[in-house]
Nanobody
Framework: QVKLVESGGGLVQPGGSLRLSCAAS????????MGWYRQAPGKQRELVAT???????NYADFVQGRFTISRDNAKNMVYLQMSSLKLEDTAAYYC?????????WGQGTQVTVSS
């Protein structure tokens, strides 16, 4: 059974930083690409960043060098280090893995950027 559990969200001021974590279980973690997505109220869920099994990364244009995705295969963890946060980064953040053609999502962690 695939399970993803996000953590690390919270309230932060503009310009601040947060590190999100996603703990994966039920998969041979090091074999799979992982992704972070976000969804703001009233908006569609959108890709933030992905990391392949080999560690290659890809970012949405809006990241603009502010976020870093990483993984620790020994711990079955994927991270999203976010800095220079903006008001518009406020959203629920989700991690995702695709296994056997099926998308598996965590429950999400809320990031609120506010002064």
């Amino acid at each position: 059974q695939v399970k993803l559990v996000e953590s690390g969200g919270g309230l932060v001021q503009p310009g601040g930083s947060l590190r999100l974590s996603c703990a994966a279980s039920g998969i041979y973690f090091s074999f799979y690409a992982m992704g972070w997505y976000r969804q703001a109220p009233g908006k569609q869920r959108e890709l933030v960043a992905t990391i392949t099994s080999g560690g290659s990364t890809n970012y949405a244009d809006f990241v603009q060098g502010r976020f870093t995705i990483s993984r620790d295969n020994a711990k079955n963890m994927v991270y999203l280090q976010m800095s220079s946060l903006k008001l518009e980064d406020t959203a629920a953040y989700y991690c995702k893995v695709v296994r056997g053609g099926t998308d598996y999502w965590g429950q999400g962690t809320q990031v609120t950027v506010s002064s």
